[in-house]
């Protein structure tokens, strides 16, 4: 099973909107409402942003949201802040035998 | 407040294996499942399997079937990783994680375990 692709960085000045990407496949990403994204910083565990494509957990600000067309996930930062600097990771449920499939990652950089 | 604390650092010859601990606390441990996730230096993250307490079924990644054992013990609330067959590309942090009831996410972490594979 392939890593879901994301692109490697995306950056943005404070207060504008940035929006990474996750592609996979109608076995992935695209056969199920499994989306989650993930905010890491350095030497952090991950830390749960969205979950089921556009949920968010409690205490997540509304400046995150989660979207999905086909077989391509996105997760959108509007107003952007500097400690939203970090790196993002998707993950989608692909089914009873592969499970769990992550993406690449992307830094996102607050200019 | 859910909290998983994972056992210490570990440093290990290639060819031998290695334990990883999880113990929950602030939860009800056998109702949700715990997974494994790796990330090797400057990488991405990997998962590795998962198992549910309340059942004792793991599942695992294809990539670690055969290597990886992912076990659970009710009574004291802690999962438990154990990987075989160390070789230098398994030196990595490798995290636990609770799925999110009735979603395929996770909303706590522990806080990771390094594990260095060298001769």
């Known amino acids: 099973q392939s890593a879901l692709t994301q692109p490697r960085s995306v950056s943005g000045s404070p207060g504008q909107s940035v929006t990474i990407s996750c592609t996979g496949t109608?076995?992935?990403?695209?056969?199920?409402?499994?989306v989650s994204w993930y905010q890491q910083h350095p030497g952090k565990a991950p830390k749960l942003m969205i979950y089921?494509?556009?949920k968010r957990p409690s205490g997540v600000p509304d400046r995150f949201s989660g979207s999905k067309s086909g077989n391509t996930a996105s997760l959108t930062i509007s107003g952007l802040q500097a400690e939203d600097e970090a790196d993002y990771y998707c993950?989608?449920?692909?089914?009873?035998?592969?499970?769990?499939?992550f993406g690449t990652g992307t830094k996102v950089t607050v200019l | 407040q859910v909290q998983l604390v994972q056992s210490g650092a570990e440093v290990k010859k290639p060819g031998s294996s290695v334990k990883v601990s999880c113990k929950a606390s602030?939860?009800?441990?056998?109702?949700?499942?715990i997974s494994w996730v790796r990330q090797a230096p400057g990488q991405g993250l990997e998962w590795m399997g998962r198992?549910?307490?309340?059942?004792?079924?793991?599942n695992y990644a294809q990539k670690f079937q055969g290597r990886v054992t992912i076990t659970a013990d009710k009574s004291t609330s802690t999962a438990y990783m154990e990987l075989s067959s160390l070789r230098s590309e398994d030196t990595a942090v490798y995290y636990c994680?609770?799925?999110?009831?009735?979603?395929?996410?996770?909303?706590?972490w522990g806080q990771g375990t390094l594990v260095t594979v060298s001769s």
């Open positions: 994680a609770r799925v999110v009831p009735a979603a395929m996410a996770y909303d706590y």
């Open positions: 602030g939860g009800t441990f056998s109702s949700y499942a």
């Open positions: 198992i549910i307490p309340i059942l004792g079924i793991a």
């Open positions: 109608s076995s992935d990403v695209g056969g199920y409402n499994y």
């Open positions: 089921d494509v556009s």
């Open positions: 993950c989608s449920y692909a089914g009873s035998y592969t499970f769990e499939v």
